[in-house]
């Protein structure tokens, strides 16, 4: 069974700063990519960044240069520091990840809430 947690939402005024983590865990042989989409109320899930296994990223046009992805893949964790929020950023954060058990699978989190007020 694999889970992923997600951690670190809340409450910022615009133009903080956030960061979240997401720690994978159970029988993993693997994981390729590791990453974050988000979901605003009313709004369909959407990419934010990803962090792949040999070091690529990528980052929704609307989070360039705000929000920066990394990973430890000692942990099995993957991050998202944001900065310079804004209250279009308000939504939940859900982690993703490709782990290979037996075969290739995509998880999700259950997503942490971050809410930005102006």
């Known amino acids: 069974q694999v889970q992923l947690v997600e951690s670190g939402g809340g409450l910022v005024q615009a133009g903080g700063s956030l960061r979240l983590s997401c720690a994978a865990s159970?029988?993993?042989?693997?994981?390729?990519?590791m990453g974050w989409y988000r979901q605003a109320p009313g709004k369909q899930r959407e990419l934010v960044a990803v962090?792949?296994?040999?070091?690529?990223?990528n980052y929704a046009d609307s989070v360039k240069g705000r929000f920066t992805v990394s990973r430890d893949n000692a942990k099995n964790t993957v991050y998202l520091q944001m900065n310079s929020l804004k209250p279009e950023d308000t939504a939940v954060y859900y982690c993703?990840?490709?782990?290979?058990?037996?075969?290739?699978?995509?998880?999700w989190g259950k997503g942490t809430l971050v809410t930005v007020s102006s």
């Open positions: 993703n990840a490709h782990i290979v058990i037996l075969v290739t699978g995509e998880y």
């Open positions: 962090f792949s296994r040999g070091g690529r990223t």
């Open positions: 159970g029988s993993i042989f693997s994981i390729s990519d």
